[in-house]
């Protein structure tokens, strides 16, 4: 179900600023009432039939309705205002649920939770029966999801693009300890929170050919005429900033078949051929691609790029000249943000767009296109840089082609004035010659654009020293830190409400508008009745998750145990092995020594693996074979659980942070770019443990090394280390714990009657142990017996946890908008509150 628009605010010729008209019906009395007319004369329902979904449904349109008047006032203001907007162009948003996002930021949870009472409606009810919107991966896409969620807080007028999936990331099961992947169906009750926009529609092409033609002696104009052409359609979705104050627009796209039928083929009588034509086409808008962060070679993938960033650029010049009639403009007015290269066939397109439709001197285009784009860079890991065979981007799209070619010559012209070197132009240029020819997009997007930026501190260190060093040295200056930032309206306001409680009364409202003042915090961290509110919120945040593992798994956990929490995609350079194997020498050496005073622990792990990558589906078999025998053993009953909570999502999320004691943040160190889990669970008052990688890095600095359990080889020693080779055998036949782990599972311990089922993983370890797992292993588990004694001593738990919120300020996702605007878009920033 998709909800008519009241207008389309874009045709608004109005010229008076108003404010956004102040509460109306923020009374529950107004709500109840709006909301049973909802229910009534949109869902169709009585209060007697009507189903938990037919409540939310209602609730929802009523919400919205209250955003309506906001959006429109926001997007009036922008145009009378001539202001700079925002492009943040993502193939990917992880939003998750959006009702308490918005009631959150209305502040109308209690107005609405009382309205509903009066209906007998129990709003925590209602929460559930939402879908997740799961556009996304992992953190990538729950990134860009955070930064649309700061920039409506920070009013800057901003707009996201992206697709709308039909079927959104897989829904995980675990059967007998596997991952089996099912189709996700979010839209299947309807989608109240959008308007669909039907004429908001664009011709999008692909393949064909390219003419030539002469407009004078001198001057050749490239004509491309597609072969194919799919429509792509606009669904807007509120995003409402905090308090309310400013509400932008996510624009996602839908592929529809130009002709709904081929009709020659229809009246043929082919009508099955007629419709396979249309499914191909409209299979563009589909599905997400389940990969995180390994190459997708397919076709769709490419189709799927070019598609969305094609309709976002004609959307967006379409805005631009209307208001303001010439494209030499844009770069004054439009700032277009990648997130990573996903969306960089844009670059392209612009300039196909300006040299080919605008008819602009190259130098110019190329000039503006320079001025408008900017690129954040999210991974170093070489199999995850993209690049598209040229063969298949000639079929596809054989004009851009042309210009990557042009845009490539000139640019290697550049580079050989500064450095002849035939190997320095190799590896600087656009066009891979090695693997077959292919078109280098990380290349594309960093000399296209006027800033390129990684995630962390140590990330940007490390582009400037690998994938772009040489980059690096043609344009120093442009790479440039925005250390990633979470927003704390979900991860801390809505996720958990009683430290929010909490923190409120202990420093004051304003808190909620200014997290740095978080930091006011520490003078209670060791304030014995304070640690003792503070360790009450967490137990009973432990409680509900217990509940939420009870009803999933069946299994009882104990809310005064040590939860320690992994919670990330599933994937080697996160190494939740190294965390399994830890585990398997924790609960050998309780079985060796039951009667010592154990800390009692509850290992979560939660976590997707991409459909076709078998190691990581192994590790959660592993996991899941490992929590089996452990769980069922009695010798360990109340000193060790294992469980692997299915389907990780924003919401299962939302449920296990604010419940975490200790955070698994262990990935190989310079392989994670930056983090953003570590985040959240630091601000809910987990202690990480971890690698210097990413983020934790910063985390470090700002919560103190006393706060926070660091173990592991370093960037530069991984490296070193890996130089010296990646056989695991030293490593493994050093550590008397590690070989009695290794030996268990291979012997068949957690796979009974079948003990090379881990085989793979064993072998790895030996003899290709890239990830160095083995050479961690030791430090890790030391680091693990340091946190498990720190666990007793309860006064030192708390104090460091209580130090953790209060230093976490920082991470707000706000601090990582407000850098983007003022060093990166040039827009200016209203600060919340
Ligand atoms: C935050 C988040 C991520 C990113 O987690 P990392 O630990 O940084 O990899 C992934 N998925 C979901 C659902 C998230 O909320």
Not at 165 to 171: K, W
Not at 549 to 567: C, N, S
Not at 585 to 599: E, F, N, S
Request: hydrophobic share 40%; glycine share 6%; charged share 25%.
């Amino acid at each position: 179900m998709t909800v008519e628009s009241p207008a389309n605010q874009e045709h608004l010729e109005t010229v008076s600023v108003e404010s956004p008209g102040g509460p109306r019906g923020e009374d529950a009395a107004s709500l109840r009432a709006d909301i049973l007319d909802k229910l009534t004369y949109y869902v169709g329902k009585s209060t007697i039939t009507a189903s938990d979904r037919d409540w939310f449904v209602a609730t929802a349109l009523a919400v919205r309705d209250r955003v309506v008047d906001r959006w429109i006032a926001s997007t009036r203001a922008t145009y009378e205002n001539n202001a700079k907007r925002v492009y943040y162009l993502s193939l990917e948003f992880l939003i998750g649920r959006l009702l308490f996002d918005n009631l959150n930021n209305l502040e109308l949870t209690e107005t609405v939770r009382e309205a509903l009472q009066g209906l007998d409606v129990d709003l925590d009810r209602l929460r559930k029966v939402e879908p997740d919107a799961a556009l996304g991966n992992g953190g990538l896409g729950r990134l860009a999801a955070c930064f649309m969620e700061s920039m409506a807080t920070l009013s800057i007028p901003a707009y996201g693009y992206g697709i709308r999936y039909d079927h959104g990331l897989f829904r995980q099961a675990v059967k007998n300890g596997w991952q089996q992947e099912y189709p996700e169906d979010w839209l299947s009750f309807g989608n109240p929170w959008e308007f669909e926009r039907p004429e908001v529609v664009y011709d999008i092409g692909f393949g064909g050919s390219v003419e030539a033609v002469a407009t004078s002696e001198a001057l050749v104009k490239h004509v491309w005429h597609p072969a194919e052409t799919v429509e792509a359609v606009a669904y807007d979705t509120t995003i409402v900033g905090w308090h309310g104050r400013h509400v932008n627009t996510l624009r996602l796209w839908s592929a529809r078949a130009t002709d709904p039928l081929i009709l020659e083929a229809f009246n043929r009588g082919d009508h099955v051929g007629a419709f396979a034509a249309r499914m191909k086409t409209e299979s563009i808008s589909k599905i997400l691609y389940p990969s995180d962060e390994t190459p997708e070679g397919q076709e769709l993938r490419l189709r799927q790029e070019y598609f969305f960033a094609a309709a976002s650029l004609r959307d967006l010049l379409r805005r631009h000249l209307k208001a303001y009639g010439d494209v030499r403009t844009l770069p004054d007015k439009v700032a277009i943000q990648l997130n990573d290269t996903h969306p960089c066939i844009a670059i392209v397109e612009l300039m196909r767009i300006l040299v080919d439709t605008h008819e602009l001197p190259w130098e110019e285009a190329w000039d503006i296109v320079q001025r408008t784009f900017s690129y954040t860079n999210h991974t170093l890991l070489p199999e995850a840089l993209e690049s598209w065979p040229i063969p298949l981007m000639e079929r596809l799209l054989p004009r851009h082609v042309q210009i990557i070619y042009l845009i490539n010559a000139l640019h290697l012209d550049a580079a050989r004035r500064v450095n002849p070197d035939g190997s320095f132009l190799s590896s600087v240029s656009v066009i891979d010659e090695q693997a077959g020819r292919r078109v280098r997009m990380g290349h594309l997007a960093f000399m296209a654009s006027h800033h390129v930026n990684g995630v962390s501190a140590l990330h940007t260190d490390l582009m400037k020293k690998t994938v772009f060093r040489d980059f690096h040295t043609l344009w120093p200056g442009k790479i440039v830190n925005k250390t990633n930032g979470v927003t704390f309206r979900r991860w801390l306001y809505q996720a958990n409400p009683g430290l929010t409680k909490l923190l409120v009364e202990a420093i004051g409202p304003k808190v909620l508008d200014h997290p740095e003042l978080l930091t006011e915090l520490s003078q209670f961290s060791g304030d014995a009745a304070f640690q003792d509110k503070f360790a009450a919120v967490k137990r009973a945040n432990k409680v509900a998750l217990g509940k939420i593992i009870r009803e999933q798994l069946g299994v009882a956990v104990d809310p005064d145990a040590l939860f320690d929490i992994q919670i990330k995609r599933i994937h080697e350079y996160k190494r939740q092995l190294l965390n399994i194997l830890e585990t398997i020498a924790l609960y050998d050496a309780i079985r060796a020594q039951p009667m010592r005073d154990w800390t009692p622990r509850v290992k979560v792990f939660a976590g997707k693996a991409a459909a076709s990558y078998h190691q990581a589906k192994l590790i959660i078999k592993l996991i899941n074979d490992v929590a089996k025998v452990v769980n069922s053993d009695p010798t360990v009953r109340n000193k060790l659980k294992v469980v692997f909570l299915p389907n990780y999502n924003v919401s299962l999320a939302e449920s296990i942070i604010p419940a975490a004691d200790l955070s698994e943040q262990i990935s190989t160190a310079g392989m994670e770019a930056s983090g953003t889990g570590n985040m959240k669970l630091a601000l809910n008052g987990a202690l990480t443990i971890g690698t210097l990688d990413g983020a934790n890095v910063e985390i470090r600095e700002h919560v103190g090394p006393e706060n926070i359990f660091i173990f592991g080889l370093t960037a530069e020693e991984v490296e070193a280390r890996r130089r010296e080779g990646i056989d695991g055998r030293g490593a493994i036949a050093a550590s008397p714990q590690l070989s009695e782990v290794v030996d268990a599972v291979e012997s068949g311990v957690f796979s009974p009657g079948e003990n090379n089922r881990f085989h793979n993983l064993i072998n790895a370890l030996r003899h290709h142990d890239y990830f160095l797992v083995t050479a961690d292993f030791d430090s890790y588990y030391a680091t693990q017996r340091k946190a498990g004694s720190m666990w007793r001593d309860k006064a030192a738990w708390w104090r460091s946890s209580i130090l953790n919120v209060a230093n976490m300020g920082w991470f707000s996702s706000d601090r990582s908008i407000a850098e983007y605007a003022e060093e990166i878009w040039n827009v200016p920033v209203k600060p919340a509150g």
